[in-house]
């Protein structure tokens, strides 16, 4: 059951990234993960009454630090997908897995000792360096185009996501329910965008324009209780694997919605990100399973 929660997990964040694309001609980043805050805090809110899941926590301070690089993560995205293809965007943000890796590889550095002998971490060091270079893949025709900045803040946001899995999945360790965590980063989403506003200025309203809104919060809320739910119910290998699923909703909706075609090398970059992405979760499972991204 967790895999089916991931791929509509998958599938919501990718309909909501189209959203955030529509709606970047007239919002900023600011005003849509405010927005999308607002909204989620509505919806988990209901959806905890209904499943009559208390909000009250005794995780304050792990529920703030997941809210606050999960937002981070969320302002990155959002800008990244205004900047640049949808699959381009998609993709970097799902750099997370080989992100993780990179964390896991500095780690066991840091605390290599030479009389334990030299580290084995020869296969997931090959798997993170395919990340990258499929990111450089990715990002050589977006530089010609004026993009880079976009493109770094994408790479940005998979990072950032990266520090949010593993603090979801601590949460669910720790037995929090589901909407009580997606309600908490809802919270914090509209704090820090609302802080946003107040420093960037606000779009003008048009209804049209403003209804796009509406779905952005609703798909968000549904796809971040989908993958929350995923995560902290175990399976991870399986879960983490299967998220890459939404680079196949991405690319396809960036080819039926907006025409964006994407380049030899750009879809070889993708395979290649998505291939290190399966390798780093699969060696990781084997090399560190009881690391904090992969304890349930």
Request: glycine share 12%; with cysteine.
């Amino acid at each position: 059951m967790q895999a089916l929660w991931m791929l509509l997990a998958s599938f919501a964040f990718a309909s909501m990234a189209v959203c955030v694309k529509v709606a970047g001609a007239w919002f900023s980043a600011s005003e849509m993960v405010f927005y999308r805050g607002l909204l989620g805090m509505l919806f988990m809110w209901l959806m905890a009454r209904q499943q009559r899941v208390s909000l009250r926590t005794a995780y304050a301070g792990m529920h703030a630090w997941r809210s606050l690089i999960g937002v981070l993560s969320l302002g990155a995205w959002f800008y990244a997908i205004a900047g640049l293809p949808l699959a381009t965007a998609m993709t970097l943000n799902y750099m997370s897995s080989v992100w993780i890796a990179a964390f896991l590889i500095g780690g066991a550095l840091l605390a290599w000792n030479a009389r334990a002998g030299v580290p084995r971490q020869g296969p997931l060091v090959l798997a993170v360096l395919a990340g990258f270079a499929g990111v450089v893949l990715m990002l050589r025709p977006t530089i010609a185009q004026d993009q880079a900045l976009a493109g770094v803040v994408g790479l940005l946001s998979g990072m950032t996501a990266a520090f949010a899995y593993m603090q979801v999945m601590a949460l669910g360790h720790l037995g929090e329910p589901e909407a009580r965590t997606v309600f908490y980063f809802a919270v914090g989403s509209a704090i820090a965008g609302g802080a946003g506003m107040a420093l960037t200025g606000v779009s003008d309203w048009e209804w049209g324009q403003a209804l796009w809104l509406l779905p952005i919060g609703l798909l968000a809320s549904l796809g971040q209780w989908c993958m929350t739910r995923a995560y902290s119910q175990g399976a991870t290998l399986v879960v983490a694997n299967l998220q890459y699923s939404g680079l196949v909703f991405g690319a396809a909706f960036g080819l039926l919605l907006f025409d964006e075609a994407i380049t030899p090398s750009g879809w070889l970059g993708m395979a290649l990100i998505l291939a290190s992405g399966v390798a780093a979760t699969v060696l990781r499972e084997r090399a560190a399973p009881n690391s904090p991204a992969e304890e349930h």
